[in-house]
C-alpha cells in the first residue's frame, strides 16, 4: 500500500515519516498555513533517499511556475488540485520526462456529475479529497464515503487511485477495504499541529495503512 504524508514543512517531520514507513512525501506550493518554498523543499528533498517520492502540491499555477519549482524542489511527482486542464499534465510531463502528475478530484456533487473521465488518462494518478474551491485540502473532514464507493471502486479498475480527505489511523483501515485504493495521502489526521507531524500518530497511520492491505 503506498502512503503517501502530505503538508512536509521541515526536515525532522519528512525524516520520521520516511523511518515509519511512508512511500511518498508531500510539499504544499499553493496558499496555506502549510506552504513551503521551493528552496526550502529542496533542503528537504535532498536529504531523503531517492527511493522516495516527493509531490509538490500545485493550485492553478502556470506550467512555467510548476516547472521553477519542480527544479528548485527536487520533486518527482506533482499534484494538480485546482481547476487545471489535462493539457497542464501532458505539457508537465514534457518538461520533464518521468514527472508524475496527479489530479485531485473535490468530492462536491457538481462536479462529480461534470467529470469526464476520458481526459482522466492524461495523469498518473486520481486523488479523491473532501476539498472545496474555498478549502482545496488538508480539511481534516471526510467525504460520502458509503455514497461514492461504487463510482470509485469502478474507477480503480482504469486508474491509480489515491484516497485523501479526513484520513486518520482510526479509519484508514476502513478507507481501504470500501475503496479498494492504490493508496492514501494524509495531512491532518498525522498532525499535533498544523504543518507539524506528530511521530506517534504518523508511525500509527501507516502501520495501519500497511497492515490494512494483508488482511
Given amino acids: 500500500m503506498w502512503v503517501k504524508i502530505c503538508g512536509t514543512t521541515n526536515l525532522e517531520d519528512a525524516q520520521a515519516s520516511v523511518e515509519a514507513g511512508a512511500d511518498a512525501l508531500g510539499f504544499v506550493f499553493a496558499p496555506s498555513i502549510r506552504r513551503i518554498s521551493p528552496k526550502d523543499a529542496g533542503k528537504i528533498t535532498a536529504n531523503i533517499a531517492p527511493v522516495i517520492e ?3 502540491v500545485f493550485v492553478n499555477q502556470s506550467p512555467e ?3 521553477d519549482t519542480v527544479r528548485k ?3 518527482t511527482g506533482v499534484q494538480l488540485q485546482g481547476d487545471e486542464e489535462p493539457g497542464v499534465a501532458r505539457k508537465l510531463k514534457e518538461i520533464v520526462p518521468g514527472l508524475k502528475v496527479f489530479k485531485t478530484i473535490h468530492m462536491r456533487e457538481a462536479e462529480i456529475a461534470e467529470m469526464d473521465f476520458k481526459t482522466m488518462a492524461a495523469y498518473d ?10 478549502n482545496r485540502g488538508g480539511t481534516g473532514v471526510t467525504f460520502d464515503w458509503n455514497s461514492n464507493a461504487p463510482m470509485i471502486r469502478f474507477l480503480t479498475r482504469k486508474f491509480r487511485v489515491i484516497i485523501a480527505g479526513g484520513l486518520t489511523p482510526m ?31 504518523v508511525r500509527a497511520f501507516i502501520a ?3 497492515r490494512a492491505e494483508t488482511d
Fill in 65 to 67: 511556475i510548476i516547472f
Fill in 171 to 201: 479509519n484508514v483501515g476502513e478507507a481501504l477495504r470500501l475503496f479498494t485504493p492504490a493508496g492514501v495521502d494524509v495531512v491532518s489526521g498525522v498532525e499535533r499541529e498544523p504543518g507539524r507531524k506528530d511521530y506517534d500518530k
Fill in 208 to 210: 495501519s495503512a500497511k
Fill in 73 to 75: 524542489a527536487g520533486l
Fill in 54 to 56: 516527493k509531490f509538490g
Fill in 125 to 134: 494518478g486520481l486523488l479523491f479529497d473532501s476539498g472545496t474551491k474555498e
